[in-house]
C-alpha cells in the first residue's frame, strides 16, 4: 500500500537556525498537504502542494513539491520557540479521498 | 463557535466496556473523518464520511463503527474496548470539491484500563 515517510523523525534547533523535514512517498501523489501539531494540540492545516515542482512561501516556511511528485519538503527559516510541534506531511493519490499521513517531525527550538 | 468539536476530551474505560465518542463541526461541510494517533503520533485515517455515506473505510475492527446523522455530525461507537484501542481520536472535517483542506477537532484521549 501507499507509504508516506519523512525525517528526521526528531529535530532540535536553535532559536535562530533553519529546519527542514522531508517527506517521501513510495508512489507518485496527486496532492500533499502539510499540517502542524503543537503538543496537546490537533493538526492545523498549513498548505497544499498540487503541480509538479511547486514552490509555495508563507512568511518564514517555505514548501516545496518535488517534480516527480514522490516528494517535499518544509523549510522554516530563522526558527522561533513558537514553531515548536509536529510537522505532518500527508499525501493522496486521488486528489484528496485518502490522505496518507506520514510520521511527522517533531521540532524542538532551543531559546 | 469552535469550528469542530468531539465530546469527550477525555475518556476512561475499563476493557470490554462499550463507549462512544462524538463530533460536530458547524463549518458546513460536506464530509467528515475520524483519525486514531497512537502514542507514537501516527496519525491514521479510520473513516470517511461524505454527504453521510461512508466513503473511506480503511483495515478497522468490526468493534469501531461509525454512524453519521447528518452532514454535521459524526459519531464513533466502539464495542468490547481493548488496551490498544488507548489513543487519541481526531475528528475532522473538510469541504469535498475544496482543497480537501480537512479542520480538526481537539481530540478525545481514550484510555482503555
Known amino acids: 500500500g501507499q507509504q508516506v515517510m519523512q525525517i528526521p523523525q526528531y529535530q532540535h534547533v536553535q532559536e535562530g537556525e533553519d529546519f527542514t523535514t522531508y517527506c517521501n512517498s513510495s508512489t507518485t501523489l496527486s496532492n500533499i498537504q502539510w499540517y502542524k501539531q503543537r503538543p496537546g494540540g490537533h493538526p492545523v492545516f498549513l498548505i497544499q502542494l498540487v503541480k509538479s515542482g511547486e514552490v509555495k512561501k508563507q512568511k518564514r516556511l517555505t514548501f516545496q513539491f518535488g517534480e516527480a511528485k514522490k516528494n517535499s519538503s518544509l523549510h522554516i527559516t530563522a526558527t522561533q520557540t513558537t514553531d515548536v510541534g509536529t510537522y505532518f506531511c500527508?499525501?493522496?493519490?486521488?486528489?484528496?479521498?485518502?490522505?496518507?499521513f506520514g510520521p511527522g517531525t517533531r521540532l524542538s527550538v532551543l531559546p | 463557535d469552535t469550528a469542530v468539536s468531539q465530546t469527550p476530551k477525555y475518556l476512561v474505560t475499563q476493557m470490554g466496556n462499550d463507549k462512544s465518542i462524538k463530533c460536530e463541526q458547524n463549518?458546513?461541510?460536506?464530509?467528515m473523518y475520524w483519525y486514531k494517533q497512537d502514542s507514537k503520533k501516527f496519525l491514521k485515517i479510520m473513516f470517511s464520511?461524505?454527504?453521510?455515506?461512508?466513503?473511506i473505510n480503511e483495515t478497522v475492527p468490526n468493534r469501531f463503527s461509525p454512524k453519521s446523522p447528518d452532514k454535521a455530525h459524526l459519531n464513533l461507537h466502539i464495542n468490547s474496548l481493548e488496551l490498544g484501542d488507548s489513543a487519541v481520536y481526531f475528528c475532522?472535517?473538510?469541504?469535498?470539491?475544496?482543497?480537501?483542506?480537512?479542520?480538526f477537532g481537539p481530540g478525545t484521549r481514550l484510555t482503555v484500563t
Open positions: 475532522a472535517s473538510s469541504l469535498w470539491d475544496r482543497n480537501y483542506e480537512q479542520y
Open positions: 464520511y461524505n454527504n453521510k455515506e461512508l466513503i
Open positions: 500527508a499525501g493522496s493519490h486521488n486528489y484528496g479521498q485518502n490522505f496518507v
Open positions: 463549518l458546513g461541510h460536506d464530509t
